[in-house]
């Protein structure tokens, strides 16, 4: 699987600053590393990688979600 889709997320209000997060298989996979993993944002964005500017220094972080992460809330045997 390509991870080709870019999570950003802010959570100060105004929502003006967003920081990355990471690169996922599917937007719906990054919303489920958002619930599990930073309740408290106020505003996300899943964008498609190839229409983004993204810094050449930037070291991308893949974030796999396995299937059972949603309902079991635990990613890879960790709570």
Same mark, same amino acid.
């Given at each position: 699987?390509? @991870?080709?889709? !870019?999570?950003? !997320?802010? !959570?100060? @209000?105004?929502?003006?600053?967003? $920081? #990355?997060?990471?690169?996922?298989?599917? &937007? %719906?996979? @990054?919303?489920? #590393? !958002?619930?599990? /993993?930073?309740?408290? @944002? $106020?505003?996300?964005? &899943?964008?498609?990688?190839? #229409?983004? #500017?993204?810094?050449?220094?930037? $070291? $991308?972080?893949?974030? /796999?979600?396995? /299937? %059972? &992460?949603?309902?079991?809330?635990?990613? %890879?045997?960790?709570?």
């Amino acid at each position: 699987m390509i @991870a080709e889709f !870019v999570l950003v !997320v802010s !959570v100060t @209000a105004p929502i003006e600053h967003f $920081k #990355y997060i990471g690169h996922f298989t599917s &937007c %719906n996979k @990054a919303q489920i #590393y !958002v619930e599990l /993993n930073i309740p408290d @944002a $106020k505003s996300t964005r &899943c964008l498609l990688e190839d #229409y983004i #500017y993204l810094p050449e220094d930037l $070291k $991308k972080r893949t974030i /796999n979600i396995h /299937n %059972n &992460c949603k309902i079991e809330r635990t990613c %890879n045997g960790k709570r």
